[in-house]
């Protein structure tokens, strides 16, 4: 329901306008005016007629930002539910059909894309919001449709349209990736961590539990939820209520509200607990990404330390091995039990942690990129600020290879030679780089 599709009374006024400029008749000059107004005003309600039904849930929220993220392009007909269903549709024995969340997003993509190769169907569902530059979503977007994969453009706070993909392809498992992701960014945008990772998340399970048949639902929490834990390496068993951002606080959220869905609907739930994902096609506001482009710029850059030169450690986790994680939980989940919006028994629930096992210092991941860049980068040390980034992350990842033989294979230098050659390819080795 775009604009275009509203009768054209816009073009009306325009005629209607001609008399206006008569200079000499002002008194119908000034009925023209109201008549013109008139015409915009009913316009206005036209508009919003229109566009309300399919475009928000009855109970949007009135704040700015949904009303932002919520207004996103046409949807529905059968020629939309035509794509949706040849998008979702399984085209190997046993295959899944799962509905991916944040499709346009870094991980989103890669999964999107092994899902359809191994044949599984894939429908995508992403806002396509400008946290970070979308023109790198919508290369994404474009990478995805070549091979035959549809990504819906919608918000997951948005029920009507969640509801319609049930009914139009029955998914037997929702991978959910949508989120605001990034730690910092929680003090300048804190309402888009309640709306994207709270409420979106608990829209989406709403329209889980009603679906028949449930699908079972494997989402991305993170490794932040560990916060202030200092026990390594991180165990799904250590505690995790002491998060040290906003971020981290919605996704250890996400972590019990997906307990109450499992609790009362018998929703089969899998939260992977992701460390520092990187890889080709990644997200331009991790360090690893903006400091290839800051090197490759000649900027400085700026290389955090802990109390008393305390190192800064990530246990960086290539994107491939985070995909094989990823389709690990999803062929190892369970089905839902419920059925019509009620618990038939007791489902799965589970957590992993999916990570390399081996932090690198970020010192040296700026030594392993000016080896691959041959340039050298123009260091700046400074304190980690406490607003929100923790000193070391470190997982143990026994469980996951105990459920689903998970085994991390990339080292560091390896996954950024592919990354580097990926950026290089994309952006230029100059300055182009810029965006
Ligand atoms: N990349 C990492 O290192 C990392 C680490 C831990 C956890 N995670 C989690 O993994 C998931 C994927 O992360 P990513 O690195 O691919 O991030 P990303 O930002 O590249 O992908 C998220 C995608 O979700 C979309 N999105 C956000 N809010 C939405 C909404 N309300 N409705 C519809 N679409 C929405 C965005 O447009 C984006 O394309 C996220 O849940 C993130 O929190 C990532
Ligand atoms: C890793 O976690 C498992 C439980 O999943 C535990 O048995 C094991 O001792 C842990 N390993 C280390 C090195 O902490």
């Given amino acids: 329901m775009t604009m275009n599709n509203i009768p054209s009374a816009p073009g009306k006024f325009k005629m209607d306008k001609s008399p206006y400029i008569h200079r000499f008749r002002w008194q119908y000059s000034s009925l023209a005016k109201l008549t013109f107004w008139s015409f915009v005003f009913l316009g206005l309600i036209v508009v919003f007629f229109f566009k309300s039904p399919s475009t928000s849930p009855p109970n949007s929220m009135p704040s700015d930002l949904s009303r932002r993220s919520l207004k996103t392009s046409s949807w529905g007909g059968p020629a939309w539910e035509k794509r949706v269903r040849s998008s979702a ?56 449709e070549r091979s035959g994969i549809y990504i819906v453009e919608g918000d997951i706070n948005d029920v009507t349209l969640l509801k319609k993909l049930f009914e139009v392809a029955p998914f037997t498992h929702v991978m959910h990736l949508a989120a605001q992701a990034g730690v910092r960014y929680a003090m300048e945008n804190p309402s888009s961590y309640v709306h994207s990772n709270i409420a979106g998340f608990v829209s989406l399970l709403e329209v889980c539990k009603n679906a028949n048949p449930q699908p079972a639902i494997i989402w991305a929490s993170s490794s932040s939820v560990y916060g202030l834990n200092t026990k390594v390496p991180f165990s799904e068993k250590d505690r995790t209520d002491q998060p040290a951002s906003l971020y981290a606080a919605t996704k250890k959220a996400g972590e019990e509200i997906a307990h109450t869905y499992n ?43 802990a109390a008393n030169h305390g190192t800064v450690a990530r246990d960086f986790t290539y994107i491939d091995d985070i995909v094989k994680g990823c389709l690990g939980a999803l062929d190892t989940a369970e ?68 459920e689903f033989g998970y085994k991390p294979t990339t080292d560091l230098q390896t996954g950024l030679k592919k990354f580097t050659r990926w950026y290089v390819g994309y952006y230029g080795s100059g300055k182009k780089g810029d965006h």
């Avoid at 999964?111 to 946290?131: H, I, P, Q, T, W």
């Avoid at 460390?275 to 900027?299: C, E, N, Q, S």
């Fill in 89 to 144: 549709r399984i085209r190997s024995s046993n295959g899944l059909s799962v509905l991916v969340t944040g499709a346009a997003g870094f991980v989103g993509t890669h999964v999107s894309a092994a899902l359809k190769r191994r044949g599984d169907g894939v429908l995508g569902l992403d806002n396509f919001n400008d946290y970070y530059d979308p023109s790198l979503k919508r290369a994404r977007q474009a990478l995805l």
């Fill in 263 to 305: 609790h009362i609907y018998g929703l089969s739930l899998t939260g992977l607990r992701f460390f520092t994902v990187y890889g080709p096609w990644g997200r331009p506001d991790m360090a690893y990404f903006f400091f290839t482009r800051d090197i490759l710029k000649g900027k400085s850059i700026p290389i955090f330390e």
């Fill in 335 to 402: 089905k839902s039990t419920g059925s019509g919006g009620k618990k038939k028994g007791s489902a799965q629930l589970r957590v992993f942690n999916l990570g390399n096992t081996s932090p690198v210092p970020v010192s040296e991941l700026v030594s392993i990129l000016e080896r691959l860049l041959k340039v050298k980068a123009k260091r700046k040390v400074m304190k980690l600020p406490r607003n929100g980034d923790v000193q070391f992350t470190h997982a143990n990842i026994s469980f996951a290879q105990r």
